[in-house]
C-alpha cells in the first residue's frame, strides 16, 4: 500500500488483509504486475469456462436423460481443440514470460553497487565503490525505539512499522541504477523486497545478483524470505525485515560523503533532508 507523508515522498508497507501486489516501484515490478493481471484473466476464462462445461455435462448427459449411454470413444476435432488452444494460450503466457526474464536477469550498468550480507538474524550492508564498509541493520524491538527513530530521523511514527523498522536501513538514489550482490553469512536466506519485484537467495560462499531503479522516493519494506532459524524472543526469521529509503541523488551524495568517514554520523544528513522537506511541504 502507497501512503503519504509529510516527510516524504511515498513508502510502502504490506497491510492486514492484504491480498493484492503492493504498488510497483520500479520497472520491473511494474511488469511483474502487469503479467499477474494479464494471466489472471486468462486463469479466470479457462475456470469458468471449465465450470460451465462440468454443469452442462451434469445437466446434459445425466442418467435420467440418457438412459442409453453413448458409445462414442473420439472426435477428431475436439481432440485437435483442445491440444491448440493449450498450445496457443501457453505460448501467449510464455512470450511476456520471457521477456520479463530477460529484464530481471541482464543486470545494466550500475550506477551504485550494494552487497547485502544474511546474518542470523539481521542484514549487513557495503558499498565497495563509494568506500562504506559494512553496517548491521536490526530490526527495532519495540515501540519506544520506533518513536526515538522517527524523532532522531524527523519522520512520522507510522514510517517505522511494527516488526519492519529497522536502525540502520538500505539507502539508494532514485532513478538511478543499483545492483545488489546479495550473500550469506551463516546460513541460508532470502534478499526480498516487494515493492521493487526483486528476490534472491543469500548462500554462504556464493554472490547472487539483481539489479533495481526506484523511481519514487520513500521508505520500502521487504523480509527475508528463507526460513534461516527460530532463534528467542525477538531474534529469528521473522525478525530481520529490510527497509530501504530512496532518496534524491544530492541527498545521496552527501549521505554517502559522510558514511564513508562515519556510518553513525550519517543519519544525520537524512534527519536534515527530511526536515527540509517538512518546511517545503509547510509552504505550500
Given at each position: 500500500?502507497?501512503?503519504?507523508?509529510?516527510?516524504v515522498a511515498s513508502a510502502d508497507q504490506p497491510y492486514p488483509w492484504q491480498v493484492t501486489l503492493q504498488n510497483a516501484v520500479t520497472p520491473i515490478m511494474e511488469e511483474i504486475i502487469w503479467l499477474n493481471n494479464f494471466t489472471l484473466v486468462i486463469i479466470t476464462v479457462i475456470t469458468l469456462f471449465v465450470l460451465g462445461l462440468l454443469v452442462a455435462?451434469?445437466?446434459k448427459f445425466n442418467s435420467k436423460a440418457?438412459?442409453?449411454?453413448?458409445?462414442?470413444?473420439?472426435n477428431t476435432t475436439i481432440e485437435i481443440v483442445w491440444t491448440v488452444v493449450p498450445i496457443i494460450i501457453l505460448a501467449v503466457i510464455v512470450a511476456p514470460s520471457i521477456r520479463l526474464l530477460y529484464a530481471q536477469q541482464v543486470i545494466p550498468d550500475?550506477?551504485?553497487?550494494?552487497k547485502a550480507t544474511g546474518y542470523q538474524w539481521n542484514w549487513g550492508y557495503e558499498y565497495p565503490d563509494l568506500n562504506i564498509g559494512e553496517y548491521v541493520s536490526v530490526m527495532l524491538l519495540n515501540d519506544d525505539e520506533r518513536r526515538a527513530q522517527s524523532t532522531a530521523r524527523n519522520q512520522d511514527l507510522d514510517q517505522y512499522p511494527r516488526l519492519l523498522a529497522v536502525d540502520n536501513e538500505l539507502v539508494v538514489p532514485?532513478?538511478?541504477i543499483v545492483r545488489i550482490d546479495v550473500t550469506g553469512g551463516d546460513v541460508l536466506h532470502a534478499f526480498a523486497m516487494p515493492?521493487?519485484?526483486?528476490?534472491?537467495?543469500?548462500?554462504?560462499?556464493r554472490l547472487n545478483?539483481?539489479?533495481f531503479k526506484a523511481e519514487k522516493e520513500g521508505m520500502y519494506y521487504g523480509q527475508c524470505s528463507q526460513i534461516c532459524g527460530a532463534g528467542s524472543?525477538?531474534?529469528?526469521?521473522?525478525f530481520m525485515p529490510i527497509a530501504i529509503r530512496v532518496v534524491s541523488d544530492e541527498t545521496f551524495q552527501k549521505w554517502a560523503a559522510a558514511a564513508s568517514e562515519k556510518i553513525d554520523g550519517s543519519w544525520n544528513v537524512l534527519a536534515a533532508a527530511n526536515a527540509d522537506d517538512k518546511v517545503k511541504l509547510a509552504r505550500q
Open positions: 500500500m502507497a501512503l503519504g507523508f509529510a516527510s455435462i451434469v445437466v440418457n438412459p442409453v449411454a453413448s458409445k462414442t470413444t473420439h550500475a550506477d551504485v553497487t550494494i532514485v532513478g538511478k515493492a521493487f519485484g526483486i528476490k534472491v537467495d543469500a548462500v554462504p560462499g545478483s539483481t539489479w524472543d525477538l531474534a529469528g526469521h521473522s
